[in-house]
């Protein structure tokens, strides 16, 4: 009996081990991110915390590098390099950014040390954004729409 649960603990766990293996990679370079990767980034359609609305930058670098920016600014101004905000990096080894389907997705989920979310694109000009901030002070925005100025 008990080699029969051994086997069977064995089994899943490959399974287990086999179906969470990551296919983690840089947002795609295509028609729709290149729109997308615009000079003044992504804002919300609404302010999302308190009067601040939720600035996205995305940038992509060929095929090899790519990041999520996510700063609070006023409705106008997208906010300066001074701002304090989250930014995910794809570098192959510490932070990922991971389609989530197949590697021509649509939607990626990111996550470093302090910030966890999904991003989907919807057009060449909108994107929807989910994340949530793992550290003090957390922090969670679901579904905001953005949309390139």
Known sequence: MNKIISFVIIFLSIILFISCKANTGPIEQSEITQQLTGANGLKSSSPVLGQAYLW?????????TSSISLKFGDETTPPGENVQGEEVK?????EHISPTANENAN??????????????ILSETQIKIT???????????????????
């Open 56 to 64: 996205v930058n995305i940038t992509t670098d060929g095929s090899t």
């Open 90 to 94: 794809f570098n192959g080894t510490i």
């Open 107 to 120: 939607s990626y989920a990111f996550q470093s040390g302090t910030v966890t979310g999904v991003l989907e």
């Open 131 to 149: 994340f949530s901030r793992n550290i003090s002070p957390y922090l969670k925005i679901n579904d905001v729409v953005c949309t390139v100025q």
